[in-house]
Protein backbone atom coordinates (compact mmCIF):
# COMPACT_ATOMS: atom_id res chain seq x y z
CA UNK A 1 0.00 0.00 0.00
CA UNK A 2 1.53 3.24 -0.95
CA UNK A 3 0.05 5.74 1.85
CA UNK A 4 0.07 9.74 1.75
CA UNK A 5 -0.96 11.50 4.91
CA UNK A 6 -3.93 13.90 6.01
CA UNK A 7 -4.85 16.25 8.58
CA UNK A 8 -6.65 15.48 11.29
CA UNK A 9 -10.24 17.46 12.98
CA UNK A 10 -8.21 18.54 15.96
CA UNK A 11 -5.54 21.64 16.19
CA UNK A 12 -3.28 22.93 18.80
CA UNK A 13 -3.33 26.85 18.24
CA UNK A 14 -1.28 29.24 19.34
CA UNK A 15 -1.32 33.07 19.04
CA UNK A 16 0.62 35.90 18.09
CA UNK A 17 -0.64 39.64 18.73
CA UNK A 18 1.77 41.98 17.63
CA UNK A 19 2.30 45.80 18.40
CA UNK A 20 0.14 46.77 15.83
CA UNK A 21 -2.77 45.20 17.70
CA UNK A 22 -2.81 42.39 14.94
CA UNK A 23 -3.46 38.49 16.40
CA UNK A 24 -2.62 35.58 14.23
CA UNK A 25 -3.11 32.20 14.69
CA UNK A 26 -0.51 29.16 14.14
CA UNK A 27 0.26 26.10 16.07
CA UNK A 28 2.49 24.91 19.14
CA UNK A 29 2.63 21.76 21.66
CA UNK A 30 5.03 24.32 23.65
CA UNK A 31 3.82 23.24 26.79
CA UNK A 32 5.96 25.28 29.91
CA UNK A 33 4.45 28.49 31.56
CA UNK A 34 4.80 30.70 28.62
CA UNK A 35 5.67 34.17 28.25
CA UNK A 36 2.70 36.17 30.25
CA UNK A 37 0.91 38.87 28.45
CA UNK A 38 3.70 41.64 28.36
CA UNK A 39 4.72 42.34 24.59
CA UNK A 40 8.41 42.16 24.49
CA UNK A 41 10.41 43.46 21.40
CA UNK A 42 10.57 41.56 18.10
CA UNK A 43 13.64 40.77 15.73
CA UNK A 44 13.83 38.98 11.96
CA UNK A 45 16.94 39.18 10.16
CA UNK A 46 19.59 40.65 12.36
CA UNK A 47 22.09 38.67 13.37
CA UNK A 48 26.22 37.91 12.45
CA UNK A 49 25.52 36.64 8.75
CA UNK A 50 22.76 36.16 5.92
CA UNK A 51 21.51 33.10 7.75
CA UNK A 52 19.74 34.82 10.72
CA UNK A 53 16.28 35.25 9.12
CA UNK A 54 16.72 30.89 9.19
CA UNK A 55 18.01 31.10 12.97
CA UNK A 56 20.90 28.33 12.06
CA UNK A 57 23.50 27.76 14.82
CA UNK A 58 25.67 30.33 15.38
CA UNK A 59 23.96 32.60 13.55
CA UNK A 60 22.00 34.89 15.73
CA UNK A 61 24.15 37.36 17.97
CA UNK A 62 23.23 37.42 21.54
CA UNK A 63 23.26 41.20 21.98
CA UNK A 64 20.38 41.37 19.34
CA UNK A 65 18.14 39.24 20.26
CA UNK A 66 18.31 38.77 24.03
CA UNK A 67 15.21 39.10 26.12
CA UNK A 68 13.27 39.54 22.89
CA UNK A 69 10.81 37.33 19.95
CA UNK A 70 12.65 35.76 17.25
CA UNK A 71 10.96 35.33 13.79
CA UNK A 72 12.59 32.64 12.51
CA UNK A 73 12.06 31.36 8.41
CA UNK A 74 10.91 27.83 7.89
CA UNK A 75 13.63 25.31 6.06
CA UNK A 76 16.94 24.11 6.39
CA UNK A 77 17.54 23.22 10.12
CA UNK A 78 14.95 21.28 11.89
CA UNK A 79 11.97 23.60 13.11
CA UNK A 80 12.66 22.59 17.14
CA UNK A 81 16.45 23.27 16.37
CA UNK A 82 15.36 26.62 15.38
CA UNK A 83 13.75 27.37 19.26
CA UNK A 84 17.44 26.26 20.52
CA UNK A 85 19.41 28.59 18.59
CA UNK A 86 16.77 31.37 20.25
CA UNK A 87 16.96 30.27 23.54
CA UNK A 88 21.01 29.61 23.35
CA UNK A 89 20.84 33.68 22.41
CA UNK A 90 19.24 34.77 24.81
CA UNK A 91 16.01 34.89 23.18
CA UNK A 92 12.74 34.56 24.77
CA UNK A 93 10.31 33.34 22.03
CA UNK A 94 9.90 32.50 18.39
CA UNK A 95 7.71 33.09 15.69
CA UNK A 96 8.67 30.20 13.12
CA UNK A 97 6.79 31.63 9.63
CA UNK A 98 6.74 29.27 6.51
CA UNK A 99 8.00 30.25 3.54
CA UNK A 100 7.12 29.50 -0.19
CA UNK A 101 8.14 26.45 -0.15
CA UNK A 102 6.25 25.38 2.98
CA UNK A 103 2.83 27.23 2.37
CA UNK A 104 0.24 27.35 4.80
CA UNK A 105 0.60 23.79 6.10
CA UNK A 106 1.56 24.01 9.79
CA UNK A 107 3.20 21.61 11.95
CA UNK A 108 2.84 21.40 15.63
CA UNK A 109 6.14 20.90 17.55
CA UNK A 110 6.79 20.78 21.24
CA UNK A 111 9.63 23.54 21.67
CA UNK A 112 11.99 24.05 23.80
CA UNK A 113 10.94 27.90 24.19
CA UNK A 114 7.43 29.68 23.69
CA UNK A 115 6.81 29.48 19.89
CA UNK A 116 4.51 29.42 17.48
CA UNK A 117 4.24 28.11 14.10
CA UNK A 118 2.49 30.05 11.16
CA UNK A 119 1.84 29.97 7.54
CA UNK A 120 3.20 31.82 4.77
CA UNK A 121 0.74 34.59 4.03
CA UNK A 122 0.60 35.41 8.23
CA UNK A 123 4.57 34.95 8.13
CA UNK A 124 4.94 37.54 5.27
CA UNK A 125 2.86 39.97 7.22
CA UNK A 126 4.76 39.35 10.12
CA UNK A 127 7.86 39.91 8.63
CA UNK A 128 6.70 43.14 7.00
CA UNK A 129 5.90 44.04 10.32
CA UNK A 130 9.37 43.39 12.07
CA UNK A 131 11.15 45.40 9.56
CA UNK A 132 9.08 48.40 9.28
CA UNK A 133 7.83 49.26 12.18
CA UNK A 134 10.55 51.52 14.71
CA UNK A 135 9.26 49.47 17.68
CA UNK A 136 7.88 46.40 17.21
CA UNK A 137 6.86 43.81 19.67
CA UNK A 138 4.94 40.73 20.24
CA UNK A 139 3.56 38.37 22.82
CA UNK A 140 2.62 34.72 22.39
CA UNK A 141 0.03 32.63 24.13
CA UNK A 142 -1.22 29.04 23.71
CA UNK A 143 -4.55 27.82 23.19
CA UNK A 144 -4.69 24.25 24.26
CA UNK A 145 -6.27 21.50 22.02
CA UNK A 146 -9.86 22.68 19.47
CA UNK A 147 -11.59 19.69 18.07
CA UNK A 148 -13.77 19.52 14.98
CA UNK A 149 -11.38 22.30 12.42
CA UNK A 150 -12.99 22.63 9.38
CA UNK A 151 -11.80 22.19 6.89
CA UNK A 152 -10.22 18.56 7.34
CA UNK A 153 -8.99 16.20 6.02
CA UNK A 154 -6.60 18.21 4.19
CA UNK A 155 -3.67 16.59 1.90
CA UNK A 156 -0.61 17.68 3.85
CA UNK A 157 2.00 19.28 1.92
CA UNK A 158 5.03 17.12 2.78
CA UNK A 159 2.90 14.13 1.26
CA UNK A 160 4.33 12.82 -1.55
CA UNK A 161 2.65 12.85 -4.98
CA UNK A 162 2.36 11.21 -9.08
CA UNK A 163 2.77 10.65 -11.42
CA UNK A 164 4.21 7.29 -10.96
CA UNK A 165 7.69 7.71 -12.65
CA UNK A 166 8.19 3.87 -12.43
CA UNK A 167 5.29 2.34 -13.29
CA UNK A 168 2.82 5.20 -14.69
CA UNK A 169 0.51 2.75 -15.68
CA UNK A 170 -0.05 2.34 -11.94
CA UNK A 171 -2.04 5.25 -10.23
CA UNK A 172 -0.02 6.26 -6.90
CA UNK A 173 -0.53 6.69 -3.89
CA UNK A 174 -3.07 4.60 -3.11
CA UNK A 175 -5.18 6.40 -0.33
CA UNK A 176 -4.30 9.08 2.50
CA UNK A 177 -4.91 8.69 6.52
CA UNK A 178 -4.33 10.85 9.08
CA UNK A 179 -0.38 11.67 9.50
CA UNK A 180 -0.25 15.36 10.63
CA UNK A 181 -0.16 15.98 14.62
CA UNK A 182 -0.53 12.23 15.42
CA UNK A 183 -0.21 11.07 19.51
CA UNK A 184 2.54 8.80 19.32
CA UNK A 185 4.27 6.70 21.77
CA UNK A 186 7.72 8.14 22.36
CA UNK A 187 11.27 6.80 24.44
CA UNK A 188 12.27 8.89 27.43
CA UNK A 189 15.52 7.89 26.04
CA UNK A 190 15.40 11.06 24.52
CA UNK A 191 13.46 14.30 24.70
CA UNK A 192 10.18 15.52 22.78
CA UNK A 193 12.15 17.57 19.99
CA UNK A 194 15.09 14.94 20.20
CA UNK A 195 17.61 17.82 20.54
CA UNK A 196 20.61 16.52 22.78
CA UNK A 197 20.19 19.60 25.20
CA UNK A 198 16.05 18.73 25.35
CA UNK A 199 16.37 17.17 29.01
CA UNK A 200 11.99 16.28 28.90
CA UNK A 201 10.58 13.40 29.51
CA UNK A 202 7.49 11.96 27.94
CA UNK A 203 6.52 8.74 27.45
CA UNK A 204 4.04 10.16 23.94
CA UNK A 205 4.48 12.85 21.70
CA UNK A 206 2.69 14.64 18.74
CA UNK A 207 4.16 13.33 14.93
CA UNK A 208 4.27 14.15 11.71
CA UNK A 209 4.94 12.09 8.44
CA UNK A 210 3.62 9.45 5.80
CA UNK A 211 5.21 7.46 8.58
CA UNK A 212 2.32 7.96 10.91
CA UNK A 213 -0.16 7.57 7.87
CA UNK A 214 1.76 4.31 7.15
CA UNK A 215 0.75 2.94 10.34
CA UNK A 216 -2.83 4.08 10.09
CA UNK A 217 -3.00 1.97 7.61
CA UNK A 218 -1.59 -1.06 8.26
CA UNK A 219 -3.86 -0.93 11.85
CA UNK A 220 -6.92 -0.61 9.39
CA UNK A 221 -5.43 -3.68 7.08
CA UNK A 222 -5.12 -5.98 10.56
CA UNK A 223 -8.70 -5.21 11.45
CA UNK A 224 -9.98 -5.99 8.02
CA UNK A 225 -8.35 -9.21 8.08
CA UNK A 226 -9.70 -10.26 11.40
CA UNK A 227 -13.19 -9.06 10.49
CA UNK A 228 -12.50 -11.26 7.29
CA UNK A 229 -10.06 -13.99 7.90
CA UNK A 230 -10.17 -15.65 4.15
CA UNK A 231 -9.56 -12.38 2.61
CA UNK A 232 -5.99 -11.52 0.60
CA UNK A 233 -4.25 -8.47 0.82
CA UNK A 234 -4.99 -7.85 -2.48
CA UNK A 235 -8.77 -7.77 -1.69
CA UNK A 236 -8.08 -5.60 1.83
CA UNK A 237 -6.62 -3.01 0.07
CA UNK A 238 -9.17 -2.97 -2.82
CA UNK A 239 -11.90 -2.55 0.36
CA UNK A 240 -9.75 0.11 1.60
CA UNK A 241 -9.45 1.84 -1.70
CA UNK A 242 -12.72 1.74 -3.32
CA UNK A 243 -14.54 2.79 -0.14
CA UNK A 244 -12.03 5.40 0.56
CA UNK A 245 -13.89 9.58 0.62
CA UNK A 246 -12.72 12.53 -1.27
CA UNK A 247 -14.93 15.27 -0.18
CA UNK A 248 -13.93 17.09 3.67
CA UNK A 249 -16.05 17.39 6.38
CA UNK A 250 -17.61 20.88 4.88
CA UNK A 251 -18.62 18.66 1.96
CA UNK A 252 -16.26 20.15 -0.31
CA UNK A 253 -14.00 17.85 -2.35
CA UNK A 254 -10.44 17.18 -0.68
CA UNK A 255 -7.83 20.39 -0.37
CA UNK A 256 -4.18 20.12 -0.77
CA UNK A 257 -2.24 21.91 2.22
CA UNK A 258 0.60 22.71 -0.96
CA UNK A 259 -1.54 24.87 -2.77
CA UNK A 260 -4.00 25.76 -1.23
CA UNK A 261 -6.48 24.46 -4.30
CA UNK A 262 -8.16 21.45 -4.51
CA UNK A 263 -6.74 17.72 -4.63
CA UNK A 264 -6.25 15.49 -7.05
CA UNK A 265 -5.61 11.41 -6.98
CA UNK A 266 -2.22 12.22 -7.58
CA UNK A 267 -2.03 13.54 -4.45
CA UNK A 268 -4.60 11.54 -2.34
CA UNK A 269 -4.71 8.66 -4.27
CA UNK A 270 -8.38 7.21 -3.91
CA UNK A 271 -9.27 9.06 -1.65
CA UNK A 272 -8.84 9.13 3.04
CA UNK A 273 -9.99 6.14 3.96
CA UNK A 274 -13.30 5.01 5.89
CA UNK A 275 -12.55 2.01 8.20
CA UNK A 276 -16.81 1.53 8.90
CA UNK A 277 -17.32 1.37 5.14
CA UNK A 278 -14.28 -0.71 4.08
CA UNK A 279 -15.73 -3.18 6.09
CA UNK A 280 -18.44 -4.20 3.91
CA UNK A 281 -17.13 -2.86 0.36
CA UNK A 282 -19.55 -4.90 -1.98
CA UNK A 283 -17.10 -5.69 -4.08
CA UNK A 284 -13.05 -6.09 -4.46
CA UNK A 285 -10.63 -6.31 -6.89
CA UNK A 286 -8.24 -9.60 -6.16
CA UNK A 287 -4.99 -10.60 -7.43
CA UNK A 288 -3.48 -13.37 -7.00
CA UNK A 289 0.79 -13.82 -6.75
CA UNK A 290 0.91 -14.95 -10.12
CA UNK A 291 -1.12 -12.07 -11.56
CA UNK A 292 1.64 -10.21 -9.96
CA UNK A 293 4.38 -12.16 -11.33
CA UNK A 294 2.77 -11.65 -14.80
CA UNK A 295 2.82 -7.92 -14.13
CA UNK A 296 6.43 -7.65 -13.03
CA UNK A 297 7.02 -9.57 -16.35
CA UNK A 298 5.28 -7.00 -18.77
CA UNK A 299 7.88 -4.22 -16.98
CA UNK A 300 10.84 -6.02 -18.97
CA UNK A 301 12.24 -7.20 -15.88
CA UNK A 302 14.64 -10.46 -16.99
CA UNK A 303 13.12 -13.85 -15.40
CA UNK A 304 16.26 -13.68 -12.80
CA UNK A 305 15.04 -10.29 -11.28
CA UNK A 306 11.23 -11.52 -11.28
CA UNK A 307 12.56 -14.48 -9.46
CA UNK A 308 14.56 -12.38 -6.83
CA UNK A 309 11.36 -10.57 -6.28
CA UNK A 310 8.93 -13.94 -6.41
CA UNK A 311 10.99 -15.79 -4.70
CA UNK A 312 9.97 -19.18 -6.68
CA UNK A 313 10.85 -20.31 -10.56
CA UNK A 314 9.23 -17.73 -13.01
CA UNK A 315 9.13 -18.62 -16.60
CA UNK A 316 6.99 -15.41 -17.74
CA UNK A 317 5.08 -17.40 -20.01
CA UNK A 318 2.36 -14.94 -18.99
CA UNK A 319 2.62 -11.79 -19.50
CA UNK A 320 0.29 -9.18 -19.79
CA UNK A 321 0.83 -6.83 -22.80
CA UNK A 322 0.49 -3.95 -21.06
CA UNK A 323 1.27 -3.30 -17.28
CA UNK A 324 -1.70 -1.78 -16.68
CA UNK A 325 -3.88 -4.91 -17.00
CA UNK A 326 -3.29 -5.74 -13.59
CA UNK A 327 -6.09 -6.14 -11.70
CA UNK A 328 -5.83 -2.75 -9.77
CA UNK A 329 -8.46 -0.66 -7.91
CA UNK A 330 -7.43 2.29 -9.82
CA UNK A 331 -6.66 3.15 -12.74
CA UNK A 332 -3.76 5.30 -14.76
CA UNK A 333 -4.23 5.78 -18.48
CA UNK A 334 -1.29 7.30 -20.58
CA UNK A 335 -1.81 7.40 -24.21
CA UNK A 336 1.49 8.27 -25.42
CA UNK A 337 1.54 7.77 -29.08
CA UNK A 338 -2.42 5.80 -28.76
CA UNK A 339 -5.37 7.13 -28.82
CA UNK A 340 -7.57 4.01 -27.76
CA UNK A 341 -6.32 2.15 -24.03
CA UNK A 342 -8.48 -0.90 -23.27
CA UNK A 343 -8.06 -2.49 -19.73
CA UNK A 344 -9.82 -5.49 -18.37
CA UNK A 345 -10.89 -5.84 -14.88
CA UNK A 346 -12.60 -8.56 -12.71
CA UNK A 347 -14.52 -8.10 -9.27
CA UNK A 348 -15.23 -10.26 -6.86
CA UNK A 349 -18.31 -10.02 -4.85
CA UNK A 350 -18.15 -10.17 -1.12
CA UNK A 351 -21.55 -8.65 -0.10
CA UNK A 352 -25.11 -10.33 -0.89
CA UNK A 353 -26.16 -12.64 -3.33
CA UNK A 354 -28.20 -11.85 -5.97
CA UNK A 355 -26.78 -8.33 -6.03
CA UNK A 356 -26.39 -6.11 -9.12
CA UNK A 357 -24.49 -3.24 -9.82
CA UNK A 358 -24.73 -0.41 -12.96
CA UNK A 359 -21.52 1.65 -13.46
CA UNK A 360 -21.41 5.62 -13.72
CA UNK A 361 -18.37 7.31 -15.58
CA UNK A 362 -17.19 10.66 -15.09
CA UNK A 363 -14.48 12.09 -17.03
CA UNK A 364 -12.66 15.26 -18.53
CA UNK A 365 -14.31 15.97 -22.14
CA UNK A 366 -11.20 15.13 -24.09
CA UNK A 367 -11.58 11.18 -22.97
CA UNK A 368 -14.68 9.05 -24.01
CA UNK A 369 -14.80 5.89 -21.73
CA UNK A 370 -17.21 3.20 -22.63
CA UNK A 371 -17.36 0.48 -19.76
CA UNK A 372 -19.15 -3.18 -20.89
CA UNK A 373 -21.14 -4.52 -19.63
CA UNK A 374 -22.33 -1.78 -18.06
CA UNK A 375 -24.47 -3.90 -15.38
CA UNK A 376 -23.06 -6.94 -13.59
CA UNK A 377 -25.34 -9.51 -12.03
CA UNK A 378 -23.85 -11.70 -9.10
CA UNK A 379 -25.73 -14.64 -8.05
CA UNK A 380 -23.74 -15.54 -5.81
CA UNK A 381 -21.43 -14.67 -3.00
CA UNK A 382 -17.80 -14.68 -3.73
CA UNK A 383 -18.53 -14.45 -7.76
CA UNK A 384 -16.64 -13.28 -10.26
CA UNK A 385 -17.08 -10.96 -13.51
CA UNK A 386 -15.54 -9.65 -15.54
CA UNK A 387 -15.77 -5.90 -17.55
CA UNK A 388 -13.46 -3.98 -20.36
CA UNK A 389 -13.10 -0.16 -20.29
CA UNK A 390 -12.29 1.35 -23.30
CA UNK A 391 -10.62 5.28 -22.72
CA UNK A 392 -10.53 7.09 -26.28
CA UNK A 393 -8.69 10.16 -26.31
CA UNK A 394 -11.09 12.68 -28.77
CA UNK A 395 -9.28 13.42 -32.23
CA UNK A 396 -7.96 16.82 -31.47
CA UNK A 397 -6.68 16.59 -27.96
CA UNK A 398 -2.95 17.55 -28.62
CA UNK A 399 -0.13 15.34 -26.76
CA UNK A 400 0.32 18.13 -23.98
CA UNK A 401 2.08 17.26 -20.55
CA UNK A 402 -1.65 17.92 -19.14
CA UNK A 403 -3.05 15.54 -16.83
CA UNK A 404 -6.82 14.87 -15.99
CA UNK A 405 -8.83 12.56 -13.61
CA UNK A 406 -11.70 10.74 -13.33
CA UNK A 407 -13.76 7.80 -11.70
CA UNK A 408 -15.13 4.20 -12.65
CA UNK A 409 -18.05 3.75 -9.96
CA UNK A 410 -20.11 0.31 -9.68
CA UNK A 411 -23.01 1.28 -7.39
CA UNK A 412 -26.20 -0.12 -5.93
CA UNK A 413 -28.00 0.67 -3.20
CA UNK A 414 -25.82 -1.08 -0.55
CA UNK A 415 -22.52 0.00 -1.94
CA UNK A 416 -20.54 2.32 -3.77
CA UNK A 417 -17.66 0.88 -5.24
CA UNK A 418 -15.37 3.77 -6.74
CA UNK A 419 -12.16 3.31 -8.50
CA UNK A 420 -9.90 7.25 -9.52
CA UNK A 421 -8.71 7.32 -13.20
CA UNK A 422 -6.20 9.43 -13.59
CA UNK A 423 -5.38 10.57 -17.90
CA UNK A 424 -2.03 11.16 -19.43
CA UNK A 425 -0.85 11.95 -22.70
CA UNK A 426 2.61 12.08 -22.35
CA UNK A 427 4.90 9.92 -19.87
CA UNK A 428 6.37 12.69 -18.73
Not at 164 to 184: C, E, R, S, W, Y
Not at 289 to 297: G, K, P, Q, T
Request: a positive charge; one cysteine or more.
Amino acid sequence: MTVGAGTLDRDFPAYALLGNKNRFTGVSLYSGTGMGNKPVALVYNKGSNSSSNLCLPGSLQPELVRGKVVVCDRGVNARVEKGGVVRAAGGVGMIIANTAASGEELVADSHLLPAVAVGRKVGDLIRQYAQSDSNPTAVISFGGTVLNVRPSPVVAAFSSRGPNLVTPQILKPDVIGPGVNILAAWSEAIGPTGLEEDTRKSQFNIMSGTSMSCPHISGLAALLKAAHPTWSPSAIKSALMTTAYTHDNTKSPLRDAAGGTFSNPWAHGSGHVDPSKAVSPGLVYDISSDDYVAFLCSLDYTIEQVQVIAKRNVTCSRKYSDPGQLNYPSFSVVFGNKRVVRYSRELTNVGAAGSMYKVIVSGPAAVKIVVKPSKLFFSGVGEKKRYTVTFVSSKGSSRTARSEFGSILWANPQHLVRSPVAFAWTLL
